[in-house]
């Protein structure tokens, strides 16, 4: 059974920094790609970042230059640095995977998803 937990939320004032944390645990296969999405209230889920298991990296406008995705996929653990951080940041946080490439920020495109970590930044 595949498991993705996400860890590393919290609060924290506008131009704060976090560092989000995702485990992966099952077997999905030997070559898949993660994405991080988040929601807001009200909103529609959004794909951040994604990473695949050459590391080829794709990021939402929103978030280039402020966070980066980083980790190994054979080692089973993604990472997401987020500087920089707005109020409009704020959102649960989601880590997704699916079998194969390339890096993908339509969350149709995943079948595997953590619970979420809650992201707060205040103004």
């Known amino acids: 059974q595949v498991q993705l937990v996400e860890s590393g939320g919290g609060s924290v004032p506008s131009g704060g920094s976090l560092k989000l944390s995702c485990r992966v645990s099952g077997y999905i296969g030997s070559n898949y790609y993660v994405g991080w999405f988040r929601q807001a209230p009200g909103k529609e889920r959004e794909g951040v970042a994604s990473?695949?298991?050459?590391?080829?990296?794709d990021y939402a406008d929103s978030v280039k230059g402020r966070f980066t995705i980083s980790g190994e996929i054979a080692k089973n653990t993604l990472y997401l640095q987020m500087n920089s951080l707005k109020p409009e940041d704020t959102a649960m946080y989601y880590c997704a995977a699916n079998l194969g490439g390339p890096p993908e920020l339509e969350v149709d495109e995943y079948n595997y998803w953590g619970q979420g970590t809650q992201v707060t930044v205040s103004s």
């Open positions: 990473i695949d298991f050459d590391g080829n990296t």
